[in-house]
T-cell receptor, first 108, second 115 residues
Framework: GQSLEQPSEVTAVEGAIVQINCTYQ??????LSWYQQHDGGAPTFLSY????GLEETGRFSSFLSRSDSYGYLLLQELQMKDSASYFC?????????FGKGTRLHILP | NAGVTQTPKFQVLKTGQSMTLQCAQD?????MYWYRQDPGMGLRLIYY???????DKGEVPNGYNVSRLNKREFSLRLESAAPSQTSVYFC??????????????FGPGTRLLVL
């Protein structure tokens, strides 16, 4: 199967830390990517994990555990501009399969 | 360097009409993709082209055709539009290198309404 599971919505407070989880079931798995999409905009690439462990890019970090078929996106020092939808995506062969997205709401 | 461009930005069609969505990229990428995005459904792959001259079906190809005109351009055609094809359509491209090392760059999208 190629299903991905991520929460539909998450709410956090400005300045806080939030974690968005993603579990996947797929054969031929190569890696896990994360994309951000603001309302009315196009998805933009955030991070990619092919190996187990944590990848850090500024305030955003992404983690992968291949043995658990699980990953997460960690957003630190949340800002109002981080309000968006976040998609995990598994890379399989020449294609990417996207999850349904997590809508992140940030409260002041 | 415009990245990925799409035309038109908006379109309203009547059921049964046909149209072609255009996509072009100026990053010399090998791979190009067409997705549709519906509320609560995430992005679903319609067709993709791993390299110039090749096209393959994605998850939801029915009702669509594609043409990889050259390395830069990848068009999506709706031969007989149906209300179920009301959606936002995104074109994307990637370098198309080693499998798994893929960052996709998306165009701004085309919002299509079929009445």
């Amino acid at each position: 199967g190629q299903s991905l599971e991520q929460p539909s919505e998450v709410t956090a407070v400005e300045g806080a830390i939030v974690q968005i989880n993603c579990t996947y079931q797929t054969s031929g798995f190569y890696g896990l990517s994360w994309y951000q999409q603001h309302d009315g905009g196009a998805p933009t690439f955030l991070s990619y994990n092919a190996l187990d462990g944590l990848e850090e890019t500024g305030r955003f970090s992404s983690f992968l555990s291949r043995s658990d078929s699980y990953g997460y996106l960690l957003l630190q020092e949340l800002q109002m501009k981080d309000s968006a939808s976040y998609f995990c995506a598994v890379i399989r062969d020449d294609k990417i399969i996207f999850g349904k997205g997590t809508r992140l709401h940030i409260l002041p | 360097n415009a990245g990925v461009t799409q035309t038109p930005k908006f379109q309203v069609l009547k059921t049964g009409q046909s149209m072609t969505l255009q996509c072009a990229q100026d990053m010399n990428h090998n791979s190009m993709y067409w997705y549709r995005q519906d509320p609560g459904m995430g992005l679903r792959l319609i067709y993709y082209s791993a390299s110039e001259g090749t096209t393959d079906k994605g998850e939801v190809p029915n009702g669509y055709n594609v043409s990889r005109l050259n390395k830069r351009e990848f068009s999506l055609r709706l031969e007989s539009a149906a209300p179920s094809q009301t959606s936002v359509y995104f074109c994307a491209s990637s370098e198309g290198g080693a499998a798994g090392e893929e960052t996709q760059y998306f165009g701004p999208g085309t919002r299509l309404l079929v009445l």
